[in-house]
Every structure is written in structure tokens, then in C-alpha cells.
């Protein structure tokens, strides 16, 4: 009977050391708790965020009440207008707004988007005939003055008169092929007849006198042949008796 009692004295003592040990890991977790920052930032993390959430529900139903009293409201204000103005002279359009709010709003929205779609096609037009103009210029595409204009401009650059686009008459065409200094001396008074300075003509005058010697010294020396040399072999006993 003794030791019965001693082994139940051990167990009751053996629960309340392991209750005690539970209670002191937990106390200490307590304190490691609260002396650790981030804990405690967590803490206040969850507890705002709650708050805020509850703030923003409160603020947007607030919001919504807001936007159906000032809806109320113009509606309101439109109806005293028409009264002020008389209700017998209403017209069934004014009436039909008043009753479909959001027919108005849908029909205001698909005027502005048509208004929005013709400035952007016009946009786009301008900005097509820009790149047009562009190209033409690049490519040259011009009327035919302004083709004569531009080969005036280079005639006159270089020095020369521009000349007349009309056919040069019939006397003045050959039915053979002149020489190169030939055609030289035609092309430079044909420049000549249209009125070049007289300074022009001489220079062209002389470039031409230059061209047809320069012709000529070429004809004659490709006509002159050099004379032929015969070269005899002799042997060297032929040369000894000879010297």
C-alpha cells in the first residue's frame, strides 16, 4: 500500500513539472515576442489595414449616396428650369431626354466618337498627302513648265542658251552624217543663232578650232607609216674578213 501511494505521488509530480515546463516555454515565446520589432510591426500592419479597409468601404458608399444626390438633384434643377419657362411649351425632344437620361449620354458618346474618327482621317489624309508631295519632289514629278524651267536653269548654268524647243527647219538638215568637228561647229551655231553673248560664241569658236587640229594631228599620224628597217645576219667569220 505504501509504495502504491509513493508511485501515484511521483506521477501527480511528474504532471505538474511538465505543466510548469509548458507554462514557462510559453511565457517565454511571450517575451521573445515582445521584445522582437518585426512582431510588433506585423501586428500594427494587420490591425491598419483592417481599419483601412473598413475606411474605404465607408468612403466609396459614402461616394456612391454622394453621386445619386447630385443626380437627384440636376434633375431636379431641370425640372424647376422647364417649369420656369412653361410646361405647355415643353417639346416632346426636352421630354424625351429628361426621360431617357442614358439614350442622351449613349448618343452624345457616339457624336463624339464620329467626331473623333473624322479628325483622324483627316490626320491621316494630310499627313498622306505630305508624304505625296514628298515623293514627288524626290521622284521629280513635275508639270512640263517647270521641267523647261529646270533645263533652262541648267543651260544657263553651264553657259549656254536655252534652246528653242520648236523644230529647226527644213533647210537647215543634212541628209549625211558630218565629222565629229563638223557636228561641233553646228552645235555652235545653232547655240550661236539663239542669241549667246559674244564672248560665249568665241570661246565656243576656238574650243572647236582646238578640237578639229587636235582631229586632224590625230588623222595624220595614225596615216604616216614609219619606214621599214631589214636587218641582215652576218656570221662572225664574214665580219672578221670583211674588217
Known sequence: GVMDE????????????????????????MLKQSTDGRYWDLWDRQKLSYQMELKRKSISEY?????????????????????KFGENGESPKNQTLLRNPSSHL??????QSLRNTMNAQLDAAEHLSVCLA????????VESSEKHDMKRQIFESVGLSYPDPSPPPPSN?????????????L??????????????????????????????LDHSWTSIEPPKATVKRMSKKDHEKKS
Open 6 to 29: 509513493k508511485l501515484k505521488d511521483v506521477k501527480h509530480l511528474l504532471d505538474k513539472t511538465v505543466q510548469v515546463m509548458t507554462r514557462k516555454a510559453n511565457i517565454e515565446g
Open 63 to 83: 461616394e456612391q449616396l454622394l453621386t445619386n444626390k447630385l443626380v437627384e438633384l440636376e434633375r431636379h434643377f431641370n425640372t424647376l428650369e422647364l417649369n
Open 106 to 111: 449613349r448618343q452624345m458618346k457616339s457624336v
Open 134 to 141: 514628298e515623293q514627288m519632289a524626290s521622284l521629280r514629278i
Open 173 to 185: 538638215r543634212t541628209s549625211s552624217f558630218p565629222s565629229p568637228g563638223g557636228r561641233l561647229l
Open 187 to 216: 552645235a555652235s551655231s545653232s547655240f550661236a543663232s539663239d542669241g549667246t553673248p559674244a564672248k560665249n560664241r568665241v570661246v565656243s569658236e576656238q574650243e572647236t578650232a582646238r578640237r578639229r587640229q587636235r582631229y586632224s
